[in-house]
């Protein structure tokens, strides 16, 4: 049971500033940053906002997930640096993954944010496991999650992040279900 709540720890901070980074880009918030990092190799959707918002966003969902550590008797490691730090560090690095697999769609000719017509449960999922890469890595050398801890991290994070996109979806919150 420890184990099981020691990865819920580990997505809550994402969790949170997902879903916020989703209400800054549904409400079109802080506009002076909405400046694309390179249209023309990652799209009109990857903005110099999203590095800013990320992170900042995922401040809450660091502290939340703390506490719980803490509320639970659990030892994740999530306090071994400043919680800002890795909120931080976990908003950069999941904005900066999500960036090769831009670069590939716009090399492809699928518009930002839009889904690939071939394979699209493949697609799918590796839209939503790009960041998760980044994450582990974050994980890895700033908390004490096992890799057992960070692949189940991976695969249930993949998974969460496709029903959060369609919640979003349904909520009008996203365009894309996926």
Known sequence: ??????????????VFGGVLHMVVVTLDL??????PINTAAFGKNKTYRGFVAMPLLTIPGVYTALWMERSFDLDIG?????????????GIFYCLFELPNSYI????????GKMSKEN???HSVLDQVDSGFGLIIVYYFMTKASIVHLVS??????????????????????????
Do not use: D
Request: glycine fraction near 2%; charge should be positive; proline fraction near 6%.
């Open 120 to 122: 699209i449960l493949f």
């Open 78 to 90: 999530l306090s071994i640096y400043n919680p800002i730090i890795l909120a931080i560090a976990l």
């Open 30 to 35: 802080c506009k002076f940053i909405k400046i």
């Open 1 to 14: 049971m420890n184990f099981l709540l020691e990865v819920f720890l580990l997505l809550i901070p994402l």
């Open 105 to 112: 769609k716009r090399r492809k000719g699928i518009e930002p």
């Open 153 to 178: 991290f991976l695969v249930v994070g993949t998974v969460i992040h496709l029903l959060l996109n369609y919640i979003l979806f349904l909520f009008k919150l996203r365009k894309e279900p996926m």
